[in-house]
DNA sequence: TTAATATTATTAACTATGTTAATATCTTAT
DNA sequence: ATAAGATATTAACATAGTTAATAATATTAA
């Protein structure tokens, strides 16, 4: 009888999707069990009976959001674009994507969630980085990278993008800069990477 | 009369320096109100005579580590050194640093204060940036980089920085990657940057 | 030195949080 | 239709940040 487990399924996602959009309307911070529940149009308690408590819910709303981001960079994907101009594409729509979005950022890269409950299945991750793999290697036959310096470039970019999207969200020290400003720096710095 | 204002920040210091320990003990997550009243001696409540609330507790904390962070920096400076070498190890320490002080790095980079309480003084930024820099301008005289260069290898390498903190410290995705892992990627993307 | 006053600390209280236990409601099989 | 099981709700608990009312202490004026 997996009925039973189908309606489970679906009240699973009741409480997943109220709490995506709290989190995109609020932000993650206010978040909070009862206005999940009220917004799902149950009691708050109801949860418990799906979710072994908050965090885990929180767990499913970020592989949601990932997903998202995943198939909103593969919008971008173009065969025909040049190796290079993909590969710009693909990071700079990445950087900008999360920057109209911080509080998916948030959640997806900076709450503290604890330990990611086991029984949560973690998506093969349907993975950005094989995005970026994909157009660094082409990259390379078109000779705009070395051959030996994939990884290395991979990395490079992937942190790079990162570390500017945590200080462009948190707005600490960073004085003023605009996501556009940014998303020029990440231009020259690839520029500067594929200029060897 | 500013015998007062000597005893008001003398109790300032017994709230920021409890919270700090606080931190470093059991995390910034662990922190709250009562404690650092219990631990500095002094009722809860004692502590909203001394700051707005705990936020601006935190930001004066921050300000404290962020010191900290830059005199730890400051004594690896060596001016018999490579300046190559001086640049690697500055990024490598930098990153060990807050590797093995997570909580520190949660509170300076990640946590999620308002924003910045006017009255206070942001240290006119007392700058790892600025030994960064220094470093960085070193090279290119040694050859090692370019002179137009400098601000885009300079943002780039802070920002890598930074990604594969937050990567290490939150290790969501990070498969199991340990500091020192890490910490020779970085070496390996310098070498990269420096090798035209 | 003492009385009045201003300053500073504490206790009590309020609202909100996550979570659990006890209770009520609904579904389903007989 | 009713008993049994599953599911949802209300009540309650512990802890949080913060504020107001009160107590204690230090300062000043006589």
Redo the contacts between chains.
């Keep these: 009888m997996d009925k039973k487990e189908l309606q489970r399924q679906r009240m699973k996602t009741y409480f997943i999707d109220s709490a995506k959009a709290i989190i995109m309307e609020e932000g993650v ?1 206010a978040l909070s069990a009862r206005k999940v529940g009220e917004k799902a149009g149950y009691s708050y308690a109801t949860i418990y009976n799906y979710f072994t408590d908050i965090n885990a819910l929180l767990y499913y709303c970020l592989f949601d959001f990932l997903e998202d981001a995943y198939k909103y960079l593969l919008s971008y994907r173009d065969e025909a674009l040049d190796a290079k101009q993909q590969l710009l594409t693909y990071t700079t729509e990445y950087f900008r994507y999360f920057a109209e979005r911080p509080e998916i950022f ?1 959640l997806v ?2 709450a ?1 969630l604890g330990p ?1 409950p086991e029984e949560i299945a973690h998506n093969p ?1 349907v993975s950005v980085a094989e995005l970026l793999g994909e157009a660094l290697v082409a990259c390379t036959k078109a000779g705009y990278f070395e051959e030996g ?1 994939i990884q ?2 991979a ?2 970019i ?7 999207l ?2 462009f969200i ?1 707005d ?1 020290i960073l004085d003023g800069e605009t996501a556009e400003m940014i998303i020029k ?1 990440i231009e ?2 690839i520029e ?2 594929s200029r ?1």
Tied chains: 1, 2.
Excluded: N, P, T
Excluded at 158 to 164: D, E, L, R, T
């Design positions: 911070m948030r890269f900076i503290s990611l991750q310096d290395v470039a990395e490079l992937a942190s790079s993008i990162h570390g500017k945590m200080f948190q600490r720096m020259a710095e500067y990477m060897k």
